[in-house]
T-cell receptor, first 113, second 113 residues
């Protein structure tokens, strides 16, 4: 158990809908990262937050947004969903510094029908 | 831009034999290298990392990795494979800013009894 929690574990929805994925980092970790794992794209970095502020952005679509709250939990919002958004979404958290290891949650499996 | 290559989609090894999973990287600046393992329907579990220091890094479950700067490689090794080591292995590199991880495509390790 990494100490990073994600809810829900599974999500089934329809095209055009909007969903919210939730992540709670390990105790004491200020950085939260979101990644997408799909068969065709592999594991891709989406976005990073540090202590409530956006720190880095990767290949995140404009339909996707995220935020980190004062209690450090984070939410990833996916809107106008398309079939191609079906994937496993991971959250990770890390301690401060460049040598900090990212610890991953169990993921949320999203299926868009 | 940084990149990671895992040249083998699958590695097959007999139980008890040594195993190697290959990884090469490209990064400007200092390389921060990681290995993660993913079991079916699970998140990514951290195995080991190279930040600086000894070229041979020891990690969890008896795994180790050898950093070779001249060959820009970071191969994962284990002296004696177990059937329970069968899983998907990812090599990753992180940028100097300590933000995103860039992952290789993954290598499926199959250990046969």
């Amino acid at each position: 158990d990494s100490g990073v929690t994600q809810t829900p574990k599974h999500l089934i929805t329809a095209t055009g809908q909007r969903v919210t994925l939730r992540c709670s980092p390990r105790s004491g970790d200020l950085s939260v990262y979101w990644y997408q794992q799909s068969l065709d794209q592999g594991l891709q970095f989406l976005i990073q937050y540090y202590n409530g502020e956006e720190r880095a952005k990767g290949n995140i679509l404009e339909r996707f947004s995220a935020q980190q709250f004062p209690d450090l939990h984070s939410e990833l919002n996916l809107s106008s969903l398309e079939l191609g958004d079906s994937a496993l979404y991971f959250c990770a958290s890390s301690e401060m510094g460049t040598s900090g290891t990212q610890y991953f949650g169990p993921g949320t499996r999203l299926l868009v029908l | 831009a940084q990149s990671v290559a895992q040249p083998e989609d699958q590695v097959n090894v007999a139980e008890g034999n040594p195993l190697t999973v290959k990884c090469t990287y490209s990064v400007s600046g200092n390389p921060y290298l990681f290995w993660y393992v993913q079991y079916p329907n699970r998140g990514l579990q951290f195995l080991l990392k190279y930040i600086t220091g000894d070229n041979l890094v020891k990690g969890s479950y008896g795994f180790e990795a050898e950093f070779n700067k001249s060959q820009t490689s970071f191969h994962l090794k284990k002296p004696s494979a177990l059937v329970s080591d069968s899983a998907l292995y990812f090599c990753a590199v992180r940028d100097d800013a300590g933000n995103m991880l860039t992952f290789g495509g993954g290598t499926r390790l199959m250990v046969k009894p």
